[in-house]
């Protein structure tokens, strides 16, 4: 079973995706984003503690931005949380935020064509986990433009690689 959970912010994707896995003997929960930086936000940090807090205690968490590499490396089911924290981490990365996209975007795309292939060889279940971010306003600004699109293109592609899609609202699940 490949499955992607997507929503807005504080939706409750990240509580149904993990309750997906509950009976799964092994999980490893892949944090992409910046679990290690806790301290710099209080609300971040916030979330992330009662993030690991819901997580049962055999669960083995990997942090790191290289999704495909973790996929590989993992038995059993695999939870990634969230593609937008991924996204962000990148771009953070390779400096895309000011500079002109076409010079960083080719290596997002080849290490998301990675991740994809990973996803596609992985035996066992995966779920991803990622915002919608296509039903809001447009950004005002270059940074938040270039995310939406970016995170778009990524949502749709992962997409294409799992068997069901999943819309939480409100903490309901709609099977798209």
């Known amino acids: 079973m490949k499955v992607l959970v997507t929503g807005g912010v504080r939706s409750g994707k990240s ?7 509950l009976a799964e003997p092994v999980v490893t929960y892949v944090a992409p984003g910046p679990e290690a930086d806790v301290d710099l936000d209080p609300e971040w940090a916030a979330r992330v503690a009662a993030h690991r807090a819901r ?9 790191t931005t290289d999704l495909a590499m973790a996929l590989r490396e993992s038995e059993g089911a695999v939870l990634v949380d969230c593609l937008g ?13 000011d500079a002109v ?13 990675d991740i994809l292939a990973a996803i596609s060889e992985h ?20 940074s938040g433009r270039v995310f939406r699109d970016l ?13 069901d899609v999943l819309l939480v609202i409100a903490g309901r699940a709609l099977r798209l």
Request: with cysteine.
């Open 85 to 97: 924290t991924w996204l962000t981490a990148v771009i953070d990365e390779l400096d895309g935020w």
């Open 55 to 63: 997580r049962p205690a055999h669960w083995t968490t990997v942090e």
């Open 123 to 142: 035996q066992g279940t995966f779920v991803a986990v990622t915002n919608e971010v296509g039903m809001s306003v447009v950004p005002e600004y270059r």
């Open 101 to 113: 996209r076409e010079d960083w975007e080719p290596v997002l795309l080849e290490r998301l064509a």
């Open 151 to 163: 995170l778009g293109t990524v949502n749709q592609r992962v997409a294409e690689e799992c068997e």
């Open 15 to 21: 509580f149904h995706a993990e309750s997906m896995l």
